[in-house]
């Protein structure tokens, strides 16, 4: 409807009916045509025609709006015909009136409703301000009770935040009676709960520190107090628990002797008294005992019967051959320490961190020496029925009171709670062991040194194995290094006794100046299997020198002193006694040459060698220069009187000079510097001591040629022509003699 009034129809100037007739005829092909003709034919057109004509042309048939009117126009426009042509214009105003009047009334409803519309808004107004009037006098006369509640629900927030600290307090800082019950209850059954509650107990009494820092100490003390009680209680009862059940289950029955069953909670329940380390203390020895008895026990069975059904035989079946014998026993011993290390690992835990634990052998036990009185003494006093006192208080007060500092006057040692066990459950072999082990070294004389070393060196090998699983203090340790040294007593003993006896009878040295028999002996066979027994020792690189040295001043010092009392004894010259000792104490040299931990005795024995080497050098020397006939003149040179020159001298005159230069000159051509006659020197045992000793000598008699050739050229001597005398100098006659 509103395109139709807007359209360009409605709004131009009314159409003439032949206007209309033509615009009726617009569609048709022929109508441009026409109008062309009409305007050639026609030489008086009318302008107006004209303009509307251009006007009606310029019309552009698809612009919307005109498209829209159009076909609205063709909704009454039906007829085509000269009447509805000329009636066109009235026919569209019609429309256009007919469709203003419809709107009209439209809009008078839309009016009737905007009326009571506002008489309702009228109406809601009245009734809002009565309303508003009501709610001012309401909200005057409950003022005071809003602010009465607004005070009451900040007091209630209040009260509930204070609520719920106090259940977070209470939570935090009690017991609930189902703990209570748990901690205080007298059966001897423990559960997992049991150790649940005690860990609370020690949060909250750790929680009551912080308490004490703050305005709130009353308080904490309180509740600390309550909760000292609560772990009293509670550790009179695990204590009770621990006890009993080291005694039921570690005992040594047949059934158990090998495989004892352990409580799973037992673990738990002995790293918990670790807080109460007098009880813990207490605890321990309990099991040590226990497994005590199990071990030595099962010690003497290994000793006397065997195992079972024989098989292994009884380690006292050897005790004929002492190296086994003690060896088994060690070995045992060993392996028994492995075994409990894994159960009692296992119980105790293998925490490496030491604690403060009181000696087991306390000062005020009694004088017995029986370990499992001297751990009665320490242990609470109990009634008839084997529990701790009935008095709970005293129990708690003598509890509070034993402190590491005063545990009836126990020593305090810091150690592992396993390494503690393991010391105290072998004691009890110590003795039998130790009994055994004297025996073997008392009663057998006929023991070699030898074995007498390798038992020593196994009684260091099981104490450095078993120390670190024991501790440097344990008995058992202390045991094997004290029997150690029992070894080592008797070996040197046996040592001195043959040493003793081959310096009272010294052997007479062979013809070869070889060494003896006596100390062939002692180092073929002695002295190799005791370096090659101390070699396979498990003694540190660094300790073994001083570990070793003892051992070889023991066996080499005798043997040395043998050596040179035979020499002595002997009717030997100076030569034949130097490479007599020089070939005993070569021997010895190379028995200790291939080892590190000898090295320090080496060099002092080739200090020896070098000293009767310059002997045996020396002697050879003076020998062969009285063969050669230069000794004689060097004798006189040496002693002359300095004032008068020596051709003056008797014996050094012109003559005598050339004849001991000719008898020299003529030694050396004769014999050759290679096979100069040294019997000495070709006796020693050692090539290569032989030809240091050989070029020694030569090296000696071409500086003794050196000196007379020069004191001779001396113009002091006064000789004639002395350079004459000779027919070689010093350089000819080092060339000649290889130096």
């Known amino acids: 409807m509103s395109s139709i009034t807007s359209s360009p129809l409605s709004s131009s100037t009314p159409l003439s009916p032949s206007l209309g007739s033509s615009t009726g005829s617009i569609p048709k092909s022929n109508s441009s045509s026409s109008l062309a003709g009409l305007s050639a034919n026609s030489s008086s057109s009318n302008t107006t025609l004209s303009r509307k004509l251009k006007k009606v042309l310029d019309i552009k048939t698809d612009n919307p709006d005109f498209l829209s009117a159009l076909n609205h126009l063709s909704s009454f426009y039906t007829n085509n015909n000269v009447h509805s042509r000329r009636s066109l214009r009235d026919d569209i105003e019609r429309s ?25 808004v009228q109406a809601m107004r009245v009734s809002c301000d009565v309303m508003s009037k009501h709610l001012e006098v309401t909200r005057e006369s409950s003022g005071k009770l809003i602010e009465s509640a607004a005070l009451l629900r900040e007091q209630q927030k ?32 423990l559960t997992a ?22 305005h709130h100490q009353r308080a904490g003390l309180e509740i600390m107090e309550l909760m000292n009680t609560h772990l009293e209680s509670a550790y009179r009862r695990l204590y009770r628990w621990v006890r009993d059940e080291s005694a ?20 738990t329940a002995l790293k ?12 321990l020895d309990e099991i040590a005992a226990s497994r005590s008895k199990s071990i030595v026990k099962a010690f003497l069975n290994a000793l006397t019967q065997g195992g079972p059904n024989g098989l292994p035989r009884p380690i006292e079946m050897h005790a004929h051959d002492p190296l086994r014998y003690v060896g088994d026993m060690l070995a045992w011993i060993h392996q028994a320490i492995a075994s409990e290390h894994e159960l009692l690992s296992g119980i105790i835990g293998t925490t490496s961190d ?5 000696s087991p052998h306390s000062n005020n036990s009694p004088s017995d020496s029986s370990p499992s009185l001297q751990r009665s003494s320490m242990l609470p006093t109990s009634n008839s029925t084997g529990n701790l006192p009935v008095d709970d208080s005293s129990f708690s007060r003598s509890l509070s009171s034993q402190t590491l500092s005063n545990t009836g006057g126990a020593k305090v040692i810091h150690t592992t709670p396993l390494g503690r066990v393991l010391n105290v459950a072998f004691e009890g072999v110590c003795r039998p062991f130790k009994v055994r082990l004297d025996q073997v070294l008392q009663t057998t004389p006929d023991v070699s040194v030898v074995v007498l070393y390798r038992l020593a060196n196994l009684l260091d090998f099981y104490t450095r194995t078993v120390t670190p699983l024991l501790s440097s203090n344990s008995s058992l340790a202390t045991l094997f290094l004290e029997s150690k040294q029992d070894c080592l007593k008797v070996f040197y003993n046996r040592i001195k006794s043959q040493g003793e006896r081959n310096l009272r009878t010294p052997p007479i040295p062979p013809s070869d100046l070889s060494p003896p028999v006596p100390l062939r002996d002692v180092v073929n066979h002695t002295l190799k299997d005791l370096i090659t027994t101390f070699n396979a020792s498990l003694v540190p690189i660094e300790e073994r020198t001083t570990e070793f040295a003892p051992v070889l001043s023991a066996v080499i010092d005798p043997l040395l002193q043998m050596c040179s009392l035979s020499a002595t004894l002997t009717p030997l010259d100076l030569s034949s006694m130097a490479v007599y000792m020089i070939n005993c104490i070569s021997s010895i040299q190379t028995s200790l040459s291939n080892y590190d931990f000898t090295a320090p005795r080496i060099e002092m024995l080739a200090a020896q060698v070098d000293a009767h080497m310059d002997t045996l050098v020396e002697e050879q020397t003076s020998v062969l220069l009285n063969t050669c006939g230069l000794g004689p003149k060097l004798t006189i040179i ?20 050339l004849a001991t230069v000719q008898q020299f000159e003529s030694s050396l051509v004769d014999l050759g510097s290679l096979v100069l006659p040294l019997p000495q020197v070709d006796m ?46 010093p350089d000819q006659i080092r060339t000649m003699l290889d130096v």
Do not use: W
Not at 272 to 281: F, G, K
């Open 684 to 729: 020693l045992s050692s090539p290569r001591l032989r030809s240091q000793a050989r070029r020694s000598v030569l090296h000696l008699i071409s500086v003794a040629y050196n000196s007379f050739y020069l004191t001779i050229l001396d113009p002091v001597n006064k000789y004639h022509d002395p350079v004459n005398l000779f027919n070689h100098d």
């Open 272 to 283: 918990s008294l670790q807080e109460r380390p007098v009880l813990l203390a207490y605890c």
């Open 96 to 120: 256009g009136i007919s469709i203003n009047h419809q709107l009209l009334l439209a809009y008078q409803e839309v009016q009737n409703c905007l009326e009571d519309v506002v008489s309702d």
């Open 193 to 214: 709960e049991f150790f649940d509650a005690l860990k609370k107990v020690h949060l909250i009494h750790q929680d009551c520190k912080l308490l004490l820092r703050t």
């Open 638 to 657: 040496q002693y002359r009187d300095s004032m008068n020159p020596l051709s003056q001298v008797s014996g050094m005159d012109r003559q005598a000079i």
């Open 158 to 189: 209040r009260n509930e935040e204070k609520a719920r600290i106090v259940n977070s307090m209470l939570e935090r800082f009690q017991l609930s009676e189902q703990e209570q019950a748990i901690l205080s209850s007298t059966t001897n059954v």
């Open 248 to 267: 039921r289950s570690l005992d040594p029955t047949p059934s158990q002797r090998d495989t004892p069953y352990v409580h799973p909670l037992m673990p």
């Open 354 to 358: 030491p604690i403060a634990l009181p």
